[in-house]
């Protein structure tokens, strides 16, 4: 990840996620770093207690039952071409996601973020990572690959922490 990118990511997630936060994979693992959303939702589900949809390249099809899980918080992450080097990352409003070109998924993202939050009441919104190579066939580049072990750590810390208060109480009990 770029290390201009990470300190405004970090914050904007420690301001962001609270109560139940769901985090969706979006995207083709089959087109290199097309598949960093998968790649990361893939890290978190090996982490106790995060609620992690893999919903790939048919997004769509998971609409329905995140909104039914009553979430607080939704992350969408997928690649997004914001124009930046690859592996960068950005917080991305659910208003904003109209700019970008679209991706391998069939409905735009905007859409089902937008779907999730009116059915919901959640907070949705993106957590793009910028692709550096999109070819079928390819793996995950170096930058974007870097960017999602990072990525995955910045979450287990604030999962870690997150639940740290909560096991002090029962502890103390």
């Known amino acids: 990840m770029t290390g201009e ?7 904007a997630l420690a301001a962001r996620l609270a109560g139940r936060v769901v985090f969706v994979g979006i995207g083709n693992p089959l087109f290199g770093d097309d598949g960093a959303g998968c790649a990361l939702a893939r890290a978190l589900a090996r982490l106790p ?16 039952k995140i909104a039914d899980g009553a979430p607080d918080v939704v992350v969408l992450i997928d690649a997004v071409d914001f124009g930046a080097p ?3 990352v950005a917080v991305l409003e ?10 391998t998924h069939r409905v735009p993202l905007g859409l089902i973020a937008e779907f999730v939050r009116s059915t919901s009441g959640a907070d949705v919104f993106v957590l793009g990572i ?7 066939g390819a793996t995950l ?23 740290a208060p909560a096991a002090r109480e029962v502890a103390e009990c």
């Open 86 to 88: 690859a592996g960068s």
């Open 141 to 163: 580049g170096p930058e974007v690959s870097r960017t999602v072990d990072a990525l995955a750590e910045l979450i287990r810390e604030w999962a870690a922490a997150d639940r």
């Open 130 to 136: 910028q692709p550096g190579r999109v070819q079928l």
């Open 5 to 11: 990118s990470l300190p405004p990511v970090r914050d």
């Open 94 to 103: 659910r208003e904003a996601m109209g700019r970008y070109p679209p991706s």
């Open 49 to 64: 207690g995060l609620d992690v949809v893999q919903a790939e390249d048919v997004p769509e099809s998971y609409v329905a």
